[in-house]
């Protein structure tokens, strides 16, 4: 095992792997957390999630790319004299040098994002290759783990709310990208300007991005507009859509301010069942390669039968 990465001192209780684990990847699996408009739960789904995978058993990095350094907080990094995705980005620091193992949890790691993340889209600007270099961390990341036996199932990308130059690293470093959508009407009106620049990224920088799942956050059942949101996403991306929305919780919310996801928090909560079971349905649709070109297929064929 390697030593190479740091470790919160954050105690977390009651952390342990499931009864049943969940299935690994082929290989790893790269996703970009991205949603220009904020507060739609972005952080929260990029923390969860990845919590739940590695809880599930699987090997995951959660990598910080948002300044504000939400998914830092709330797994108890603290931002203050450590090396993070500033250093990585701007300044050429291995990847490994800056990801720390999350305390409780066997298999969870984070690159945080420090103060100084805040510059790093200004000093990117004059920079050579400037869209490419978090992907080349990451591959250089991967490789060197990998080495070491220790093969990473899932990395997380937590982007900023916009549409800047670090998200749009996140973008050309993934390979599947995941949609939280808050049930509330402008989240809709946001999605597509948001979808054009993933076609933009993807005809110029990445070709294999692909738009894999949309997450429903903030759901309240009792409100006619909520469920219309929902109704609205299921008809036009009935296969990215995992269709488990997660509650608007309080649970949820105040998490982070105890240093931790809502799946210690209050592993019992309907916020954490719910994540917990979008986390598994992420997990089995990894095992069959699951992609939108690959769900339209599936979708035209029913419809040609039909």
Known sequence: MSNDSRETSTKVVGVKRLREPMPKPITTRIFTVANQKGGVGKTTSAVNIAAALAMGGLRTLVIDLDPQGNASTAFGIPRDDLPGMYEVINHDLPLHEAAVRINGYPHLECAPATQSLANSEVELVSMVA?????????????????????????????????????????????????????????????????????????????????????????FDSRTRLA???????????????????????????????????????????????????????????????????????????TTIGA
């Open 130 to 218: 400037r869209e490419l270099r978090l992907k080349k961390a990451i591959t250089t990341f991967l490789e060197k783990r990998a080495n070491n036996g220790e093969r990473f199932d899932y990395v997380i990308i937590d982007c900023p709310p916009s549409l800047g130059l670090l998200t749009i690293n996140a973008l050309v470093a993934a390979e599947e990208l995941l949609i939280p959508i808050q049930c509330e009407y402008y989240s809709l009106e946001g999605l597509a300007l948001l979808l054009h620049t993933v076609s933009l990224v993807s005809e110029h920088l990445n070709p294999r991005l692909t738009l894999t799942t949309i997450v429903l956050t903030m």
């Open 227 to 301: 469920n219309d949101v929902a109704a609205s996403v299921r008809s036009h991306y009935p296969n990215e859509l995992i269709d488990i929305p997660i509650p608007r919780a309080v649970r949820i919310s105040e998490a982070p301010s105890y240093g931790q996801t809502v799946m210690t928090y209050d592993p019992l909560s309907n916020g954490a069942t719910a994540y917990m079971a979008v986390a598994r349905e992420i997990a089995i649709r990894g095992t069959r390669e699951f992609t939108s070109s690959t769900a339209n297929q599936i979708q035209n064929e």
